[in-house]
């Protein structure tokens, strides 16, 4: 399954004009929506951890002199043993050296959500790492240096998680 590449049903999507669409992209799995384009790519690959294995999705949206990313991992259950703030660690640690970046600053929003801005090489960009239970989602614009920031903004703020159905919801137990 490593490096497959999935169209996820995002030619749905109606293009609205070059910065905003009709509507939100929603995930296959219909927990998350954010502001993709109909030209979005869809890749899975699944690692080895020593605590399991790791499922990552990625949607990749390329735009002229921008790129905007939402992507999540299943995380096995033990991974979280290590902790939160190690998660997020780690988590910033790989975006930096993956787009060759710099950290810029470093914020703590609450205790789900880490806010990282970063410099790479000709370009600006901006991450929020959000845990929910065992999914990590990273949402990442990384835009030239030229271009407004205003639009990042707007693709960040685009990002929402969904909550899962009450049917689809484990059964409390009795206690």
């Known amino acids: 399954m490593a490096n497959q ?3 996820c049903g995002l030619s749905a999507l109606l293009w609205f004009t ?3 669409w009709a509507e939100p992209y929603v995930s296959p799995d219909g927990r998350f929506s954010a502001e993709l384009s109909p030209a ?3 890749t899975t690959s699944q690692s080895e951890s020593p ?3 790791v499922l990552t999705t990625v949607f990749l949206d390329k735009q002229p002199g921008r790129f905007l990313t939402v992507s999540f991992t299943d995380l096995p259950k033990l991974a979280i043993l290590a902790g939160r703030d190690r998660i ?3 988590a910033r640690d790989g975006m930096l050296q993956q787009c060759g970046g710099m950290q810029t600053a470093w914020q703590r929003q609450d205790s789900q959500t880490r ?3 970063y410099t790479a090489p000709g370009h600006r960009g901006e991450t929020i790492f959000r845990l929910e239970k065992y999914r990590l989602y990273v949402v990442d614009v990384r835009s030239e240096v030229s271009l407004k920031h205003a639009l990042d903004s707007q693709f ?3 990002f929402k998680i969904i ?3 009450a049917a689809s919801a484990p059964v409390p137990k009795d206690p």
Do not use: D, K, Y
């Open 163 to 165: 909550s899962l159905p």
């Open 5 to 7: 590449r999935w169209n």
């Open 40 to 42: 979005t790519t869809c």
């Open 18 to 20: 070059t910065v905003a």
């Open 51 to 53: 605590v399991g294995a």
């Open 115 to 117: 806010r990282l801005l």
């Open 88 to 90: 997020f660690e780690e």
């Open 156 to 158: 960040l703020q685009s």
